[in-house]
Structures are given as structure tokens and as C-alpha cells.
């Protein structure tokens, strides 16, 4: 079955360490694309990418880099410049708006926790 | 700007009991519409969505139907279930873009 796969499920940083957060696709779908969730609140656009070699900022960019070298592939490195990292990342993936109207898959997402 | 408003929670009902949650949105041009459910530990998995006016998405009991003269989108279930707590996300994209604009989530507990 073709899915998204987020991994670890549980993640702990120390302060001043980076990490970074796996996403892996085989829907062959272009668009990826890294939310933060918080509790009582919805999700934040961090970043996109719509096509290999290519993304861009979301709403919330700042103390995170992404990479897309592969397209099955965006991982999210959370950096020591994000000083308030804890939360629950969800990775995405979608077929471009501009092809057909299809909906956003999600995988099941990455508990970050400061220790 | 573009936004959606969710009715906060947590709603709370008994099973088999009628279930209304509601959404409306502000957008510029043509937005679709989206009902997502995240049950707990889990990621958001899409229930039902509209692409134009008029339209009724439904999925496993779940109805909502594209309001453009209400700017709404409430989601309804005539009969809910235990195993429907979770919470729910409401949500639009703009027309030519990839970016969800999600509400900020209702969390919905039915009790036996």
C-alpha cells in the first residue's frame, strides 16, 4: 500500500543539538510539505516543496532547513535556532493543485520533545 | 486574508446523538473545502471535501455541504458513534495553490 512514513515517532533533543525528522512517500506524488501542530491550536505551513530541488517557506520557517534531493524524500532539520521546538510534526504529500484537485495525504507524525 | 474559523470544543455528546460542527472561512476567489480527522496519536486523515459551490462531500456518515452564500462548511452526522471522538480539522485551499489553511480544530468526545 502507498503511504507517507514519518519516523522515529518519538524524538527528544537536547539543547543546542539539531535533529532531524524523517518523511518518505511512494504515492509518487511532487508536493511534500512539514506542519507543526501545538495543543489547541491548527496546523502551521513550516515548508513546501513542489517539485525535486525546489521549496519554499511557509508560515513559520524561521529555526528550521529542509532538503528535497529525492522525490520520495523531504526530511526537516530542526536546528538550536528554534527555541521553543517541542510539538508534534506532521509531513504531507499531495499531487500539484494545478493537475487535479486532489487532497493532502498525511503520514502519522514525529512527537518532538526538548529534554 | 484567507482564514478558517472553527466552533471551539470540546463537544461532548452521547452516542447515537446528532452531531453539528461548524466552519465558516474567509477567501479570496474560489476556495475548496476540507474535513480532516486526527484521531489521538495519529495524523490527519481527509473525511470528506467540496470542490465548488453546492456541493455535498459525504464520507462514512459524515455530510458538509459548500455554503458560498454563508461562506460555510459545518460538518453533520446524524447518529455518532463512540469511535468517532477524535478531532476534527476544517480546512481550504485556494484555487492554484497547494497550501492548506486548516481551522483550529474541535475536539469532538461521545460517551456510550
Known amino acids: 500500500d502507498g503511504g507517507i512514513t514519518q519516523s522515529p515517532k518519538y524524538l527528544f533533543r537536547k539543547e543546542g543539538q539539531n535533529v532531524t525528522l524523517s518523511c518518505e512517500q511512494n504515492?509518487?506524488?511532487?508536493?511534500m510539505y512539514w506542519y507543526r501542530q501545538d495543543p489547541g491550536q491548527g496546523l502551521r505551513l513550516i515548508y513546501y516543496?513542489?517539485?525535486?530541488?525546489?521549496?519554499q517557506k511557509g508560515d513559520i520557517a524561521e529555526g528550521y532547513s529542509v532538503s528535497r534531493e529525492k522525490k520520495e524524500s523531504f526530511p526537516l532539520t530542526v536546528t538550536s535556532a528554534q527555541k521553543n521546538p517541542t510539538a508534534f510534526y506532521l509531513c504531507a504529500s499531495s499531487i500539484p493543485r494545478g493537475i487535479s484537485n486532489q487532497p493532502q495525504h498525511f503520514g502519522d507524525g514525529t512527537r518532538l520533545s526538548i529534554l | 486574508g484567507n482564514s478558517v474559523t472553527q466552533m471551539e470544543g470540546p463537544v461532548t455528546l452521547s452516542e447515537e446523538a446528532f452531531l453539528t460542527i461548524n466552519c465558516t472561512y474567509t477567501a479570496t476567489g474560489y476556495p475548496s473545502l476540507f474535513w480532516y480527522v486526527q484521531y489521538p496519536g495519529e495524523g490527519l486523515q481527509l473525511l470528506l471535501k467540496?470542490?465548488?459551490?453546492?456541493d455535498k462531500g459525504s464520507n462514512k456518515g459524515f455530510e458538509a455541504t459548500y455554503r458560498k452564500e454563508t461562506t460555510s462548511f459545518h460538518l453533520e452526522k446524524g447518529s455518532v458513534q463512540v469511535s468517532d471522538s477524535a478531532v476534527y480539522f476544517c480546512?481550504?485551499?485556494?484555487?492554484?495553490?497547494?497550501?492548506?489553511?486548516f481551522g483550529t480544530g474541535t475536539r469532538l468526545q461521545v460517551f456510550p
Open positions: 516543496s513542489q517539485i525535486v530541488n525546489d521549496f
Open positions: 467540496a470542490t465548488k459551490a453546492d
Open positions: 480546512a481550504l485551499t485556494l484555487y492554484n495553490t497547494d497550501k492548506l489553511i
Open positions: 504515492l509518487n506524488h511532487d508536493a
